[in-house]
């Protein structure tokens, strides 16, 4: 499959080096030679220097008749344009970064209708429900949803006084529909086993039914840990933007500082009781004054990833480390450093949006994919197709590699936790954890 990417920034290089992995024939097409350099020294992809948005570099045979179109460069008009042009030069499917907020609120069906964008990236957007996701449920240091909300995944840091560690799998109660499916541990990833228990620091993943899921997790919450009634957010971008009036809608106090004025007045229209403060989040006296001591959580959302890193280790400090803190990164290669010094939750804007191309580029029945530990590892929901070698096989018979775990399914309108004994059939919707290098070997299986 070739697959073309227009734009040759930093989500168009994390694309292209997710589905070089992946063994696609990739394309990276920037009218900037700089921001090419990376890429060829890097990456085993073809870079072409051109104009992703003209007529003669559709017309170009490595481009003309590919199977998808990528275009993420930092114009959203060059974007749709980039993407007509594609379908009128036999290019099958198109994504486009889209990162006008209005666009995507007033106009998204209008843009896949009438501009042939198949798949619509706003990667701030996909930060801002994605932290709204985690901070609404408890303990969470990343949730999704799979299967149209049927299945929940629920990742968490073991604490050194849970009730859970050092208990051998066979011998953990765990509630009924929820499964223990990936441990990572010194940057490993652990399928575990029976003999297998957790261990303080242990990065563990849990998978199962939304309900039981939610009890679950409210169980691990630490005795000492407050509800979410306050959050301070630094940085009124888009991606703050978003977010403060999500929270704000389910009654969480928001506060949210930036020092441009017409983003704080941007934000303040979209807010009912949440307050918009024009003020240097660096500022240890403004933070101070505006109650950073009584925050439960600190996000901080500037585009500025060292400055995001400042500020949530300021805001430990001056809470005496009782908020938590969330930190939105532009580069995926800081996300693991981050959590070595003490930040609670680093998301990668990246990382979210390339796995959503990622799922689209697989397609032969893959539904979606999340991105783990850095893509270290995935979880990936797929479609069992007919003819596939999983399918009407008992799974404990059925060869899929050490690296992969069937860790749940939804047949018709149920969904279940599978055991060795499981027979799936075309049409159920599996979610799956792989180790990220095994994944086109691992996906065969499903198809």
Known sequence: MRIVIVGAGQLGYSIAELLSRERFEVVVVDHDESQLEAVKNTLDVLAVTANGASPITMNDPDIKGADILIAVTSSDEVNMVACILAKKHEIQHT????RDM?????????????????????????????????????AALDVEDFAHGKIRLFETKVHRKSSLIRVPFKDLRLPPGVLAGMIFRDHRMIIPH??????????????????????????LVQRDARKLHRVLIIGAGRAGRALAPMLDAQGVQVKIIDKDRERCRMVAEFLENGISICGDGTDIDLLTEEGISDADVVVCLTEDDKLNLMLALLARHLSGNKCR??????????????EKVGVDIVLSARLLSAAEVLAFARRGGVVAVSLLEGAKAEAVE??????????????????????????????????????????????????LFIQTKFAPEVMKYFK
Do not use: W
Request: aromatic share 6%; glycine share 6%.
């Open 95 to 98: 994504i486009a970064r889209i």
């Open 325 to 338: 803190t969330v930190v939105r990164v532009s580069r995926s290669e800081y996300v693991e450093l981050m």
């Open 194 to 219: 029976g003999d297998d228990c957790l261990l303080p620091h242990d990065n563990a993943y849990f998978i199962g039914i939304p309900e039981e899921i939610e009890k679950f997790s409210k169980s």
């Open 382 to 431: 797929v479609i069992v197709q007919p003819g596939a070698p999983v399918a009407g096989k008992k799974l404990m018979e059925a060869n899929l590699p050490r690296e992969c775990l069937v860790c749940a399914y939804v047949r018709g309108e149920e969904a279940m936790i599978p055991n060795g004994h499981t027979v799936l059939q075309p049409g159920d919707r599996a979610i």
């Open 102 to 138: 209005q666009f995507m609120s007033e106009a998204k069906e209008y843009l896949k209708e009438n501009f042939d964008i198949d798949l619509m990236l706003n990667p701030e957007l996909i930060t801002a429900s994605e932290i709204n996701r985690i901070l609404m449920t408890p």
